[in-house]
Nanobody, 131 residues
Framework: QVQLVESGGGSVQAGGSLRLSCAAF?????????MGWFRQAPGKEREGVAP???????SYADSVKGRFTISRDSAKTALYLQMNRLKPEDTAMYYC????????????????????????WGEGSQVTDSS
C-alpha cells in the first residue's frame, strides 16, 4: 500500500511560481515506482502534467513544457513539481500519483493521459490564479 500526501499549493498571481511537494509512504520500496502529477480543473477532464520514472526519465505536457519541472529526492520518497511563470489556465487541483506496474509506467512516458490511471493518488493540492 502506498500513501501520498501533497503540499505546497496556494493562490498566486499570473507569472508567479509555486512548488508542490508529495511525500510518499510505502511498505515497499517507493524507489521502484514511477510517479507523476496530473491536474483537474473545474468542469474539465483530468490532464497528465508530468511523469518521472524510477530511472529519472521525465516527460512533460506541451502546456507546461519549459515552465514546470518534475523531480524526486535522492531517496525517492518525495516528489516535487516546480511551477514557474504560472498562467490562469494552470488553475486546478494537482494530484500526485504513483504506480509499480512497468507497462503503466512506460505508457505514461509516451502518453501523459495515462498518469491518472496510476494505482495510487494523493488527496490533491489546489493551485489558484489570484490575478
Amino acid at each position: 500500500q502506498v500513501q501520498l500526501v501533497e503540499s505546497g499549493g496556494g493562490s498566486v498571481q499570473a507569472g508567479g511560481s509555486l512548488r508542490l511537494s508529495c511525500a510518499a509512504f510505502s511498505e515497499y520500496s517507493i524507489s521502484n515506482a514511477c510517479m507523476g502529477w496530473f491536474r483537474q480543473a473545474p468542469g474539465k477532464e483530468r490532464e497528465g502534467v508530468a511523469p518521472i520514472d524510477s530511472d529519472g526519465t521525465t516527460s512533460y505536457a506541451d502546456s507546461v513544457k519549459g515552465r514546470f519541472t518534475i523531480s524526486r529526492d535522492s531517496a525517492k520518497t518525495a516528489l516535487y513539481l516546480q511551477m514557474n511563470r504560472l498562467k490562469p489556465e494552470d488553475t486546478a487541483m494537482y494530484y500526485c500519483a504513483a504506480d509499480y506496474r512497468r507497462n503503466i509506467c512506460m505508457s505514461a512516458m509516451q502518453t501523459l493521459a495515462v498518469i491518472p490511471e496510476y494505482r495510487y493518488w494523493g488527496e490533491g493540492s489546489q493551485v489558484t490564479d489570484s490575478s
